[in-house]
C-alpha cells in the first residue's frame, strides 16, 4: 500500500509568518500534486510536480519535488489570512493512475 | 479548469433507503471518474475507480454491494448508496479524469442518514 505521510497536520500562526508543509512517502510516485479544499468544496488543484528535484512557483506558495521522487514540501512566504484552508498533497501512482492523498495539512493563518 | 458537477450537494435520508449520487463532467468526456469519501476533519479516501462501459474497480474495503457505480456514458458516472445507515454519512467527492496525471474534482455531497 503506498502511504503519503503529511506534516504538519494542523498549523496556525500569524499573518506574514513562512511556513513549510511536508509531505513524505517510501513509494516513488509518477507526479505528485498539491490541492487546496475549502469546506464544503472539492479539492481545488494548486500545482503538478513531475520531475525529481523540480521546483514551481505560484506567487507565494513554493512546490519542490525531492529527487527521488518521494517527497515534496510547500513553502508559503508572508501568509495572509486569505491562505486559511486545508492543503492536501497527492501522489500518482504509476500504471493505475490513481491518486494517493496524504492526510492534509489544515492551515490558519491569524490576522 | 474544467468542470466537474455534481448533484446533489446534500442530501438527507432516513436509514435503510438508497440515495443516488450523479457526477459529471461539463465540457470534457472522461472515459474514468473517481469516488472520493471524506470523513470530518480527515483526507480523501479512494472508494473505487469508475469506467466508462465497464464494471467499476473497487478499493479494498469498499463493498461493491453497498456502493453501486454506473458509468453509463462519457460525461456521467453515478454513486448509490444502497440502505443506507448513519455510518455511512460523510462527504462523497468525485473526479473526472482529463489526462493521465489531470482530475478534475467535484464540489462534494454530503450525505446525512438519520
Known amino acids: 500500500t503506498q502511504l503519503l505521510e503529511q506534516s504538519p497536520q494542523f498549523l496556525s500562526i500569524q499573518e506574514g509568518e513562512n511556513l513549510t508543509v511536508y509531505c513524505n512517502s517510501s513509494?516513488?510516485?509518477?507526479?505528485l500534486q498539491w490541492y487546496r479544499q475549502e469546506p464544503g468544496e472539492g479539492p481545488v488543484l494548486l500545482v503538478t510536480?513531475?520531475?525529481?528535484?523540480e521546483v514551481k512557483k505560484l506567487k507565494r506558495l513554493t512546490f519542490q519535488f525531492g529527487d527521488a521522487r518521494k517527497d515534496s514540501s510547500l513553502h508559503i512566504t508572508a501568509a495572509q489570512p486569505g491562505d486559511t484552508g486545508l492543503y492536501l498533497c497527492a501522489g500518482v501512482t504509476r500504471g493505475a493512475q490513481k491518486l494517493v492523498f496524504g492526510q492534509g495539512t489544515r492551515l490558519t493563518i491569524n490576522p | 479548469g474544467a468542470v466537474v458537477s455534481q448533484h446533489p450537494s446534500w442530501v438527507i435520508c432516513k436509514s435503510g433507503t438508497s440515495v443516488k449520487i450523479e457526477c459529471r463532467s461539463l465540457?470534457?468526456?472522461?472515459?474514468?471518474m473517481f469516488w472520493y469519501r471524506q470523513f470530518p476533519k480527515q483526507s480523501l479516501m479512494l472508494m473505487a475507480t469508475?469506467?466508462?462501459?465497464?464494471?467499476?474497480?473497487?478499493e479494498q474495503g469498499v463493498e461493491k454491494d453497498k456502493f453501486l457505480i454506473n458509468h453509463a456514458s462519457l460525461t456521467l458516472s453515478t454513486l448509490t448508496v444502497t440502505s443506507a445507515h448513519p455510518e455511512d454519512s460523510s462527504f462523497y467527492i468525485c473526479s473526472a479524469r482529463a489526462s493521465l496525471d489531470t482530475q478534475y474534482f467535484g464540489p462534494g455531497t454530503r450525505l446525512t442518514v438519520l
Open positions: 469508475s469506467n466508462e462501459g465497464s464494471k467499476a474497480t473497487y
Open positions: 510536480v513531475v520531475t525529481g528535484g
Open positions: 513509494s516513488v510516485f509518477s507526479s
Open positions: 465540457d470534457f468526456q472522461a472515459t474514468t
